[in-house]
């Protein structure tokens, strides 16, 4: 009986601690879901998208890249690094994971993102991470994600021209509050400023999608060019979110 009681318990706390979270992260997944049905997929194509990749920022930094005719590898690797934060989660809730069968252990690590892995963090830190309170606050998590795609698709369809209501200028909005996150960082204004100037003066000259991936270049060429701080010069410039408190 202690055991169902407790395993009732866990759920409850689950839900409870989930639903603001849910709440923050259905106008972001409508926003998704409005974006995709601008950027011409269908329903299905969405849907999947969200249930595949599962990372809101992702999810838009690829429509970005597809709709200026990003070339695939670009995409790949603008994934990739958004998500890399992801490989830092699972090395860091696995510890929490031992008693998990393995095939819940594989469910609960593709449905860590960020709100989860903070959510179980936490819970770890008060006592035990259970598999009722994990698989309660995740799965949750993952529906209502899908369930907003699917929702800002279905209105934004009904949007004849998204520019109108600036729909269109979510995603550069969204991406400029997350590179502003490092502005705290020595070498933010030379490397930013490198790939600001080396995208503009490329779309002007070559047009897209090579101002995209050039521009980015640019920016690491200069980061790499630059000496790295060590011991407590670096240590007084802890590094930012890149997720700039994302919810996924």
């Known amino acids: 009986m202690s055991g169902a009681h407790e395993s009732d318990s866990d759920t409850k706390s689950a839900v409870r601690d989930v639903v603001p979270i849910i709440l923050a992260i259905i106008p972001f997944g409508m926003v998704y879901g409005t974006v995709a049905a601008s950027a011409q997929l269908s329903l299905v194509e969405t849907i999947g998208f969200s249930a595949s990749v599962y990372a809101g920022a992702s999810q838009l930094a690829a429509l970005q890249l597809v709709g200026i005719g990003a070339p ?11 998500n890399f934060r992801h ?36 819970r770890a830190a008060k006592g035990a991470l259970t598999v009722p309170y994990y698989l309660v606050y995740a799965l949750l998590l993952y529906v209502c994600w899908l369930a907003a795609s699917a929702l800002g698709f279905v209105f934004g369809s009904l949007i004849e021209d998204t520019s109108v209501y600036g729909i269109d200028f979510v995603l550069p909005a969204y991406f400029l509050a997350m590179v502003m996150t490092f502005r705290s960082r020595a070498a933010f ?14 779309y002007t000259l070559v047009g897209p999608p090579w101002h995209v991936t050039l521009g980015a270049l640019a920016g690491i ?3 790499a060019c630059l000496p790295q701080r060590t011991g407590k010069s670096a240590a007084a410039h802890p590094a930012d979110d890149p997720a700039g408190g994302g919810v996924l």
């Open 221 to 223: 060429t200069v980061a």
């Open 72 to 82: 695939v590898w670009s995409v790949l690797v603008t994934v990739f690094a958004l």
């Open 87 to 122: 490989v830092l989660y699972s090395a860091s809730i696995g510890r929490h994971l031992d008693g998990f069968p393995r095939p819940i252990k594989a469910l609960a690590f593709f449905l860590l993102v960020d709100p989860t892995f903070a959510a179980a963090e936490a």
């Open 189 to 202: 204004w030379p490397v930013a400023s490198a790939s600001a100037g080396a995208s503009i003066i490329l």
